[in-house]
């Protein structure tokens, strides 16, 4: 089944991606772009942004947020509050852990891997420096998580 098909079927799927370079977050928007997905994706900066998205405060208190993410991707090394810590946060919280995040970062630090997994990762992506090599990594990583992958249901 094609994945741009896979993604329609998908479409009430929310994500949130948490990206602090923009060359990056390009790139997984546009990927997404491709398969009618960017309504569905909200973009923040950094881990207090994320933070913040999740719990209704800051710039998102009073409504401005969208619903909870079904699906998270998450940069390891972020402004304000690291990658980690977020995700800490997230898998410590009944209202989130069973939200599934996937680090996507351009760290291939054992320790970071270890640390990612000791706190519930759901997978850890490293991210080629080549751009083709990361398209193409974004969309095998959606093929993967729309086609095969089951939500829970939040």
């Known amino acids: 089944m094609p994945l ?14 948490v990206e ?7 790139i997984v928007l ?3 772009e491709t398969y009618d997905m960017n309504e569905n994706i909200f973009h923040v900066s ?14 998102f208190a009073g409504g401005n947020a969208k619903r909870i993410p079904d699906l998270i991707i998450l940069d390891l090394r972020l402004p ?6 977020v995700l800490k946060k997230i898998k410590s919280d009944i209202k989130f852990k069973t939200i599934p995040v996937i680090i996507l970062t351009t760290s291939e630090s054992d320790k970071d891997i270890a640390k990612a997994y000791t706190n519930h990762v759901n997978s850890y992506l490293v991210k080629p420096i080549d751009l083709e090599k990361f398209g193409e990594l974004i969309e095998s990583f959606g093929y993967y998580w729309f086609s095969w992958n089951k939500f829970p249901v939040n």
């Open 4 to 17: 741009r098909r896979i993604m329609r079927l998908n479409e009430n799927i929310s994500i949130l991606l």
């Open 20 to 26: 602090d370079n923009p060359a990056h977050a390009e």
């Open 30 to 32: 546009r990927s997404f």
């Open 46 to 59: 950094d881990g207090q942004e994320a933070l913040d998205y999740l719990y209704r405060e800051g710039n």
């Open 80 to 85: 304000k509050v690291d990658g980690i810590e």
